[in-house]
């Protein structure tokens, strides 16, 4: 089945949506963009990606387009139209598309931002076989840019890590500067050690995950004591559980850091326990 997408205002057939070769996210990787996930069919943590989209637009200077106003209902409409129960729909802008190849940023009141959405389906996605059973990183050296708290489309070294971890029987890799833990190649690292949830603290090193302010606020209802600091390797291989979230994943339990064992080496009572409160919460508010 051909999926419905939406290119700079018109929703078309995916094997008829065209971007200029000129456009600045193809040429630059000047581009920003947000993955929502849907799940019974609702959006969930919406106007959290949109106040970060909108973020990522202004540290880069970028205008926003003229569809923001209208992006809850462009997303509604995708869903519905491609019949998503439960998967994601991505979204990005670019600066857009000059006439011409340069590195100096083209004239915004000529060059419109490239507006792109499209849907995954991904039944399944709320009872993941990962939850269950937890997943393995690996460490690898943290050398992106020093802006990561920017959702932007340069994610050739995270791939990079993904592969990394896959070569090595694993299924992703944190990275690892100075010493410390900033997040995973896709989503926010945390441990936990004597009940503690303790997780980098929010800065331009790590992206100020959606899915993180959410299980942090409802650990903290909970009374969870959180920790928000930096964390080393050998800390996470020490602790008592370990755990990633994100849009797509939720939260996952981490049974494993370079081949030694979490805790148990099995997912633990307080990954397991956020990832139940995450989702009941998040469907109670999905729009």
């Known amino acids: 089945m051909t999926r419905t997408v939406y290119v700079n205002g018109e929703y ?3 094997n008829e949506a065209k971007v200029s070769i000129f456009d600045r996210g193809f040429l630059m990787a ?4 947000e993955v929502t996930s849907v799940l019974g ?3 969930i943590d919406f106007d959290g990606h949109l106040k970060r989209l909108e973020r990522s637009l202004n540290e880069l200077d970028m205008p926003k387009p003229a569809a923001f106003d209208d992006l809850l209902e462009i997303h509604r409409k995708l869903v519905a139209e491609n019949g998503i129960t439960e998967g994601m729909v991505y979204l990005q802008v670019t600066r857009g598309a000059p006439d011409d190849r340069d ?3 083209p004239d915004a009141e000529t060059t419109e931002p490239t507006v792109v959405l499209f849907t995954q389906n991904k039944p399944g996605l709320a009872n993941s076989p990962a939850a269950k059973t937890g997943i393995k990183v690996i460490s690898i050296d943290d050398i992106r840019w020093g802006r990561r708290d920017i959702k932007t489309v340069q994610l050739l070294y995270p791939s990079m890590g993904k592969m990394m971890a896959k070569a090595q029987g694993c299924d992703d890799a944190w990275m690892v500067e100075d010493g410390a833990v900033t997040e995973g190649t896709s989503n926010n690292a945390y441990i936990v050690k004597d009940g503690v949830i303790i997780t980098r603290n929010l800065s331009t090193d790590i ?3 959606i899915t993180r302010a959410a299980v942090l606020r409802f650990a903290r209802e909970a009374q969870m004591k959180v920790e928000e600091r930096p964390f080393t390797i050998e800390e996470a291989k020490a602790a008592d559980e370990a755990f990633v979230t994100s849009a797509s994943t939720f939260v996952f339990p981490v049974v494993e850091v370079d081949g030694a064992a979490v805790g148990t080496g099995s997912p633990g009572p307080v990954a397991t326990r956020l990832r139940e409160i995450y989702l009941e919460e998040s469907l109670k508010a999905g729009v």
Request: aromatic share 18%; proline share 6%; net charge negative.
């Open 12 to 14: 078309l057939p995916e």
């Open 30 to 33: 000047d581009g920003v963009y």
């Open 41 to 43: 069919g609702k959006l």
């Open 103 to 105: 590195f100096v940023f």
């Open 207 to 209: 992206l100020h995950g």
